[in-house]
């Protein structure tokens, strides 16, 4: 079980939220100060994308971000439930939502070394973790 | 925190002082901001990031828009920027080639190349 998991209706005005739950988690568990930001923000992206999808086809549904302080790792996963379908389709819209769509997964995979993006049940699940270990890697 | 927006014009420069979050709920606004300066005639822009607190992807995605909005008039966007948290997210998305960035509104201002 997640240490904290949220669930949130996919709109913009949460997503900060979304952004300052998992920093405060994130200090708590013990990852280093000097990568809260980057994780903030990476989260940020995440949630941001996948409030994107769901608007882009139109689904209503809820964002979750799910916080696991692991015994090496702080682990956080943003899922969407915009339907299974929605890669094919976000290639195929081209234009500016699939510009920031690629900026939104530059920014995380430039500053998240343990990076997976993927498929659930119900949408697209972007994996990360940090280490909690006092030393960490400056990306 | 919020987004703050105030303009200001320094010769033919219109300076953009923003403040507070950028991200997918405030960068509407920046990009309303941008759109109306240009619709009214405003073609040389400097952009004051200084005390912007958050930017993320959406934020970019507002600028790069504002960029290709003033290109289309023979304009420019500066951006003044000192902090290393933004100016990262410049880097690892690749912009800094994109975007002249610079230390302060005075140089920004200035600049003519």
Redesign the interface.
């Known amino acids: 079980m997640a240490t904290v998991e949220l669930r949130f209706s996919a709109l ?2 949460h ?2 939220t979304a ?1 300052l739950v998992a920093a405060a988690v994130a200090r708590r568990a013990g990852v280093d100060e000097s990568v809260l ?1 980057e994780l ?2 990476a989260v ?2 995440a ?2 994308r996948a ?2 999808l769901h608007r882009r086809n139109g689904v209503d549904g809820a964002v979750r971000v799910a916080l696991t302080e692991q015994e090496k790792r702080f682990l956080i996963e943003v899922a969407d439930e915009a339907g299974p379908a929605h890669a094919a389709g976000a290639a195929a819209n081209g234009g ?1 939502p699939e ?2 769509d690629a ?2 997964l ?2 995380i995979t ?2 998240v070394e343990d990076v997976e993006v993927g498929n659930g049940s119900d949408g697209g699940v972007i994996r990360m973790s940090w280490p909690v270990a006092p030393v960490s890697v400056v990306v | 925190m919020d987004l703050s927006l105030s303009t200001r014009t320094v010769g033919d420069r219109t300076v953009v002082e923003v403040g507070g979050e950028i991200d997918v709920y405030t960068a509407p606004k920046l990009r309303e901001q941008l759109v109306e300066l240009v619709n009214d005639g405003n073609y040389h822009l400097v952009v004051d990031m200084e005390g912007v607190d958050f930017l993320d992807s959406t934020g970019l995605g507002v600028l790069v828009g504002g960029l290709k909005r003033v290109r289309a008039h023979e304009g420019s966007l500066r951006l003044v920027c000192n902090q290393e948290r933004i100016l990262k997210i410049f880097r690892i998305t690749g912009l800094t080639k994109v975007f002249p960035i610079h230390n302060s509104v005075d140089e920004a201002v200035a600049a003519t190349d």
């Open positions: 913009p005005e997503v900060r952004r930001d903030r923000l940020g992206e949630c941001s409030v994107a500016d510009d920031e900026l939104g530059a920014v430039g500053l």
